[in-house]
């Protein structure tokens, strides 16, 4: 018997008919002799339009409001799957975070799992019920508030709970029936992966892949649960998320897929004095107001007047905000200039294969040479290429690269319905 | 400083719009010097919203699920109003009925309070903030689980969370502002009534008044909880109900109004034998079947056989399903005939002045033959008379009767926006 973890994600629940359809598949994942644990998101749009009531009542809403409000998208899901459950014969029981065990710190609207002490369900499954439990909630242990674990967090709270429960795989559902070497939109004969390491995948939800919450891979690394990406629109057994890149041989290393992220802007600050810690004045600014930055590249200094330029980038949506605070601090006089610039694409080639591949950097900027693409930023990691090209140069970019590595097949990608996500 | 417990109803809440006009009202409570404790039905059609997909997904949801679902309305409407509150700059926190210790029998669907340990809402108000309780649920003591208290359970809530906090006043907002002497879509000019005793209320609520749940009026009766029917449309002060009847001084007391209910149907059992537990067969039947009954009325038994007939109203919902039940007993050979009819009305006269006025039972006749109306059923309490007309002379009766106890005035009554429910 197997203790299976399956979350869903708002497209799979976005009607009574879709919740009825993934009622039937937990049913028969119980009736094959599993013991099962179902996560579920909200239905479809329903944080959307929370979100959007919220925006409307006040456009400044107290985070500990924030997430009593978006948290009963979820208890509905919820309850309206342990119903389903139940019409088709199966016992079923639903669990708000809180009573699921999931403690969290008291960060409202972005709350991190400090731990899952999930009794009441185990007790569930021992009397042979299955669990539905929320998503994307957690209670904090100190003042008993609900909090919410950001978005996507619903992944992060199925992970957790089969590290919890020491499950034996945790299936995340959506509309995409697993993890491909590209996105199927831009490039056509994307073939979908049987199997991925940890680190593979992490670099992928990086550098642009939404199929995965970062969050939720870290997890289930660092507790060793075994992932798997399907479809609720299928029964294709999707793609295997398991292993650590340490534990594949260089004979099996293989090249994954290439990734595109076009969500992100880019800044560069001219003549900073390179002396210690004017760099950093920089990067606390940024992390005082809490922007994220990504990729961050400094070049060698001027000869002539000791000064450097640094680049990096940052979420598009945080880019003015950037501008403004670093804008400020030029006005004190510390560097020449700031550069803005949000018309950029990052794709990035990812695989454990590079390793024992010579030569693929020099592969890499060959195929953006063919298609006449600048590069205009480059960083790499252990298994992980990354440029920055010109945003509408990104597409053409990602098949160059996708074509040059041989990752695609002779089918084109079978994109399910509602993949507009 | 007085402690207000302010209750809005579904319709008072339905936009982002009404939610912040809402907050204004409350806030001005507050700065005029009041501590404050809100509770909030869900905004709107929630509540049937959730219902109707509930029914989509199994006809026949478990009932700890259901409530589990409907509990999510009042969740939604509390976090938006707290924020709505923020937004103009005061501090409010939201509790569930969890939080704000609303302690309940563990039928779901149907809880009952037993216990209200407002303990942390207390503390909530010290701290000089407004504090917004989701009404309709409670938590089971024992088991932890989400309960709700039954259709219009946010008033139970709003009433019992005022007794435990020994608040002034819990004020009832609707689109309606106060009990009138009559519904005013049928009688024009029904008048406001500025205040009524505990069991006017009552007998008002229990012959077809909607504007209170009677529950909650038997709840802040029992805690002599001083309640306000206001609406949330205007700044009238509505109609206060409080005080017992006792307390009323004879020259003080009137005629309260007149009521009128055409949710009932009526069923009459032909030939039941005259013998002790004959009458109790029946209405054990109907008891284990959670059928409530209303008006009871068995005559005299006929010299010949020694059979009577016995007569009863009960919710027209659940006539079709008495009436079955009642059919197998006849085919036992217990009675002569089931008779059924649910084209009747029900109107009655309240008001504690009927102990002071003689003959108010032979002018209620009267004012009813003047118009050609026949009376099918006639039973009285100590402040109450109540007739089964025809439906369709019901309007009609009512009207005659207000007319005859010069209980209108002078204008028609005013109705506010919305007042269709």
Partial sequence: MALVVQKYGGSSLESAERIRAVAERIVATKKAGNEVV??????????????????????????????????????????????????????????????????????HGNARIVDVTPGRVREALDNDKICIVAGFQGVNKDSRDVTTLGRGGSDTTAVALAAALDADVCEIYSDVDGVYTADPRIVPDAQKLEKLCFEEMLELAACGSKILVLRSVEYARAFNVPMRVRSSYSNDPGTLVAGSLEDIPVEEAVLTGVSTDNSEAKITILGVQDTPGEAAKVFRALADAEINIDMVLQNISSVEDNTTDITFTCPRNDGPRALELLSKLQDEGRWADVLYDDQIGKV??????????????????????????????????????????????????????????????????????????
């Fill in 38 to 107: 179902v996560v579920c998101s909200a239905m479809g749009d329903t944080t959307d339009e929370l979100l959007d009531l919220a925006e409307q009542v006040n456009p400044v809403p107290p985070a500990r409001e924030m997430d009593m409000l978006l948290t009963a998208g979820e208890r509905i899901s919820n309850a309206l799957v342990a119903m389903a459950i139940s019409s088709f014969g199966a016992e079923a029981q639903s669990f708000t975070g809180s009573q699921a065990g999931v403690l969290t710190t008291e960060r």
């Fill in 348 to 421: 990035s080639l990812v695989g454990a294969g590079m390793k024992s591949h010579p030569g693929v950097t020099a592969e890499f900027s060959e195929a953006l040479r063919d298609q006449n693409i600048n590069i205009e930023m480059f960083t790499t990691s252990e298994i992980r290429i990354t440029a920055v090209v010109r945003e509408h140069d990104l597409a053409n970019a990602a098949r160059a690269l996708h074509d040059k590595f041989r990752l695609g097949g002779d089918e084109v990608a079978t994109v399910y319905a509602g993949t507009g996500r």
